[in-house]
């Protein structure tokens, strides 16, 4: 057996194991399940091409979030460039019924999709993923003190959104 198939079955074998979790960030990342899948895909295609750089190939979580969450920021980048403003946004209709509490999830999400990509990668690493600031920092490449003050001002946008 040799070097590079001991390297893929550990690949394979993380990913095979984390695939449903992976997804699961990508989606609070960006919103949207397909789109989640695509950004997981490309993240571990740049993760194998890179593969004898990863230093904890036993554990190479840390460094796949960090994949997922650039590629997320970087197509978000992209896809702004494109984008057309309008000067309102539409109203959502409402009723008051047994969807009450979908209707609850969907202006949660409505309100997450509207932060700057930056502040809602912290608030899903912070929150959602239930990891430290220290480790939001290194993940998205920044300093505590950014991770804090970016999680303060994103929980203000939601405060006053929801």
Do not use: H
């Not at 893929?8 to 993380?14: H, M, V």
């Not at 997981?40 to 990863?54: H, I, K, N, T, Y």
């Not at 997450?112 to 912070?126: F, I």
């Amino acid at each position: 057996m040799g070097r590079s198939s001991v390297v893929d079955a550990r690949l394979g074998d993380y990913v095979r194991g984390q695939w449903p979790a992976l997804v699961r960030y990508a989606t609070a990342l960006c919103g949207d399940p397909t789109e989640a899948e695509e950004l997981v895909q490309s993240a571990l295609v740049r993760v194998a091409l890179r593969w004898p750089f990863v230093r904890d190939k036993d554990n190479p979580d840390g460094y796949v979030r960090r994949a997922i969450v650039n590629g997320y920021l970087t197509t978000w980048r992209r896809v702004r460039s494109r984008e057309t403003s309008v000067p309102e946004v539409p109203e959502a209709a409402t009723t008051a019924d047994a969807s009450a509490g979908v209707d609850d999830v969907m202006t949660v999400r409505r309100a997450l999709a509207g932060l700057p990509p930056r502040q809602r990668a912290v608030l899903v690493l912070r929150y959602l993923e239930d990891r430290s600031e220290q480790e939001t920092a290194e993940l998205l490449g920044c300093s505590v003190g950014t991770v804090k003050s970016q999680a303060s001002k994103a929980l203000a946008k939601l405060r006053g959104s929801l």
